[in-house]
């Protein structure tokens, strides 16, 4: 009987563990990937500001990046995001998203790879007016992307956005 009752107690108290344990691991694997989302979309709100910065002084049909506009890291991992962000974050990065949806919409290119004029004109019109919304975006996913906050509390007018790369134009 003594025996029974020891080897009840041991298997209460193992599972008791393993159910700890797991629950720790599953933790840290959501919080890695809450942190990898939101770098990755961050990464992709950057590449899209830095066109859209230098689309001010080419025309759009002089960036062939932008004949690639489908939002792939956001379509992935959007659904990660949604999970992990604030409603006012989450906003801020829909509203960025919805931006560029409509750029997508405009950059219909000819077989040659010209824009018609009115189109040319309203995809400059756009990548102007997305600037705001993609910068708000980037930084909202500071935070759950992991760079410290106070980085941003003190920032200038326009952030610094170390993971921005060269856009040629």
Do not use: C, K
Not at 32 to 47: G, I, K, Q, T, Y
Not at 49 to 78: D, G, K, M
Not at 96 to 122: C, I, N
């Amino acid at each position: 009987m003594t025996a029974a009752i020891f080897g009840l107690v041991g298997v209460i108290v193992g599972g008791v563990i393993n159910g700890a344990v797991t629950a720790v691991l599953q933790r840290r694997t959501e919080g890695s990937d809450r942190r990898s989302a939101a770098r990755l979309v961050r990464s992709e709100l950057v590449r899209f500001r830095s066109l859209a910065l230098v689309a001010a002084r080419h025309s759009p049909e002089h960036l062939p990046q932008l004949h690639q506009t489908t939002p792939v890291i956001w379509e992935s991992y959007r659904a990660v995001l949604a999970r992990a962000l604030t409603n006012e974050d989450w906003v801020l990065v829909a509203r960025a998203y919805a931006h560029l949806d409509a750029l997508a919409a405009v950059l219909v290119f000819e077989h040659d790879g010209a824009l018609v004029e009115w189109r040319s004109r309203e995809a400059q019109r756009l990548l102007a007016d997305m600037i705001e919304p993609v910068e708000q975006a980037a930084i909202a996913l500071a935070q759950p992307a992991g760079f410290p906050s106070d980085h941003f509390d003190d920032a200038p007018a326009l952030p610094e956005f170390p993971e921005q790369g060269a856009v040629a134009g």
